[in-house]
């Protein structure tokens, strides 16, 4: 009906004009519908473009519209921003004239790859006033139109600042481990050196007790070879019990994780089988899981206080020489003397009756009486010096006679104290100078008990218990007080002569109390002996 001309329209009947007006009335409602939705799409795109523009121009990335030759077609305000100009400036320029004469050729590699490959990326100095700022720039060609590149600009100067301190972080850091590395190795030379040219034996180990390394001086000191020791129990170098001491020592510290630093003198064992006497320090390296033994031969020092005991022997014995043949001979004189006068004032006082009557009798009483201490005093006096010989002059005792000088020494003591004498079994001594160390130890034990346990009883003893030859002094005193940092001057003489022939010297409180002097010996072995 609407394709129909105006004189068919008056010609139509009343119905199909009614028909008509209502396909008009609906028609145009559908058009006010459709324009009102092309409103809305108009206000939509107006407002996409006003964002897409608020995005375009204030993104925190430049871009820039190139075309073939490079110069500017468009650009965003963060471009016009970076490079320092009015868009209106910038428009129709070439990219090249803003970019620092040092990075010419990279931006003619960048549009050489945009033109041969599409898209490219790559750091240039962008020139901004008076100064450079370095730039991330990236180019595509766009596709709807071959002819023209986007770019995009990234300001990185704060990234290149970041690098810039890292690289010389670096290079600081290199310095210093190079620095480092330089006087780690100086230092290990200087350790290789003192290591080598040192005269003491130094052995590193593990907690498996497994030899680790060794100096040269281990070798000379020991017999074996650096490959014969390596990858060894560190024991093969120690003298039985100092073998199994050693180990109960690293088994304690691997259970308790307590540090303990061992110095003390032992036996070593060469790899021919002799043994000779050693100060042995051990320590712990905490951080690498190691131990250092340090081994030094004291045989040149035994040597010497062998050679000052004896000396100091001799000169004991010349002086107890002299005391005995020249004060003990005068006291002996005088005692007669005074013996004499005392029984000649005796006598005198017996047989002259009228000189009795004509004396003065305190007088005469007390001179008797003063003859009579003088004998006593020098009789004491003379006892005195004779024991003081005895305990100065040497006992020359031999390897065989120990048992009977201890045996001796006993009975002596006996006269004092009630004291016994043990032997067990038999008891064989290797040399003289060890029987006579043993009798000088038994012999200062005894004599520190009288004069500082007020003992009543003492026992001494000698055994053999497998190996090892045990000497044991006990009493049943007070106990003696160890003073001078551990060891009183008789303790450290016992200690002393204990360690000159290798033996180990304990003093400790007896089960019922008193003190008991226990002195260990480990006979040394000689050479290819089993």
């Known amino acids: 009906a609407l394709g129909k001309s105006s004189q068919q329209i008056e010609q139509l009947p009343v119905k199909d004009l009614q028909l008509l007006v209502h396909e008009l009335q609906v028609h145009q409602i559908e058009l006010k519908m459709q324009n009102q939705e092309l409103r809305e799409t108009q206000l939509q795109l107006e407002a996409s473009k006003d964002s897409y523009t608020e995005l375009y121009e204030f993104a925190p990335v430049g871009y820039l519209t190139l075309d ?70 990236q180019g595509r060609v766009r596709a709807s139109d071959p002819k023209s590149w986007l ?42 050196a003192i290591l080598n040219a040192a005269a003491d034996a130094i052995i590193t180990f593990d907690e498996r007790g497994t030899v680790v390394s060794i100096n040269p001086a281990t070798e000379t000191m ?74 030094r031969d004291i045989s040149e020092r035994r040597k010497l206080q062998e050679t000052i005991l004896s000396i100091a022997a001799e000169e004991g014995q010349r002086i107890g020489q002299e005391l005995h043949d020249g004060v003990g001979q005068e006291l002996t004189g005088l005692s007669l003397f005074a013996g004499t006068l005392a029984a000649g004032l005796k006598d005198l ?26 004998v006593r005093g020098i009789e004491a006096s003379n006892k005195h010096v004779h024991e003081l010989c005895h305990g100065i002059m040497p006992v020359h005792i031999d390897a065989q006679g120990l048992s009977s000088a201890l045996e001796e020494l006993a009975a002596v003591t006996n006269e004092y104290v009630a004291c016994r004498y043990q032997c067990p079994n038999r008891v064989e001594i290797a040399d003289n100078m060890t029987a006579n160390h043993l009798y000088k ?30 000497l044991e002094v006990m009493d049943d005193g007070i106990g003696v007080h160890v003073t001078n940092g551990g060891k009183g001057l008789g303790l450290g003489i016992m200690d002393y002569r204990a360690g000159l022939i290798g033996a180990t010297l304990r003093v400790n409180s007896g089960k019922k109390g008193g003190t008991q002097v226990t002195c260990t010996l480990i006979p040394a072995r000689e050479p290819n002996e089993d």
């Open 441 to 470: 130890i038994a012999q200062e034990a005894v004599t520190n008990a009288l004069k500082h346990s007020q003992a009543k009883e003492l026992l001494i003893s000698l055994r053999r218990d497998g190996e090892k030859i045990i």
């Open 222 to 295: 020991f017999g074996y070879t650096k490959d014969e020791l390596l990858g060894k129990d560190v024991s093969i170098v120690m003298q039985s019990p100092y073998n199994e001491k050693h180990d109960d020592y690293l088994a304690r510290h691997l259970k308790t994780q307590r540090p303990r630093v061992i110095t003390r003198e032992t036996l070593g064992r060469r790899k021919d089988g002799t043994t000779f006497p050693v100060e042995l320090s051990v320590s712990k390296v905490d951080h690498l899981g190691l131990f250092t033994a340090i081994h």
């Open 349 to 374: 006082q017996g047989r002259n009756t009228q000189l009795r009557e004509e004396r003065e009798e305190p007088t005469f009483t007390q001179l008797q009486l003063i003859a009579e201490k003088l």
């Open 151 to 192: 770019v995009t600009l990234t300001d990185i100067r704060h990234r290149k600042f970041a690098e810039e301190n890292l690289r010389e972080s670096n290079r600081t850091l290199e310095d210093r481990v190079e620095e480092g590395a330089s006087q780690l190795y100086e230092s290990s030379e200087r350790m290789a």
């Open 68 to 137: 073939v030759q490079g110069s500017i077609q468009t650009a965003n305000l963060t471009a016009s921003k970076l490079i320092g100009l009015e868009r209106s400036e910038l428009i129709g320029t070439k990219l090249s004239q803003h970019v620092a004469p040092e990075d010419q050729d990279a931006l003619h590699r960048l549009v050489s790859h945009l033109k041969a490959n599409g898209t490219h990326s790559c750091d240039l100095r962008i020139r901004q006033s008076e100064q450079l700022v370095w730039t991330s720039v």
